[in-house]
């Protein structure tokens, strides 16, 4: 039995390339998803540098508990979140320092550019204008 080098297999070389491309894309997808409400954004900007309480979160940001609640309970399912309970209170802070290096990149940027009108006449924005259902 002959052992095969890597590079003897283009082919398969190609396909590994892209399962894990694949891979890749679909798991910057899903965190994509979890991010993609305002709402959620909201949150992790308010526990980005400190553990915060459900009822910390209610003062910070203008919504109802139980939609609160359902955006923690994603947040925290997928890792984003972490979460624990003192008595009543549940307190959340931040897992995936990741998430939010992502989050502060993309919001810095888009900020820049609407202060800046310059950058976004040249078309290099990330801010997206809504799209119209008609």
């Not at 039995?1 to 890749?24: G, R, V, W, Y």
């Not at 459900?54 to 508990?65: G, R, Y």
Request: hydrophobic fraction near 45%.
């Amino acid at each position: 039995m002959t052992a095969t080098h890597p590079s003897a297999n283009p082919a398969a070389n190609q396909a590994a390339n892209q399962d894990e491309q694949t891979q890749i894309f679909e798991s910057a997808a899903a965190l994509f998803a979890v991010l993609a409400t305002p709402m959620r954004l909201r949150v992790l900007s308010a526990v980005c540098f400190a553990e915060k309480s459900v009822n910390q979160l209610l003062l910070e940001i203008d919504t109802t508990q139980p939609n609160l609640s359902q955006h923690l309970a994603v947040l925290f399912r997928t890792g984003v979140l972490a979460k624990r309970k003192v008595g009543t209170q549940v307190f959340y802070r931040v897992q995936s320092e990741k998430a939010v290096a992502l989050c502060r990149s993309v919001c810095t940027q888009i900020a820049i550019e609407m202060d800046d009108p310059d950058v976004a006449a040249a078309g290099q924005t990330l801010a997206l204008q809504p799209v119209s259902s008609d």
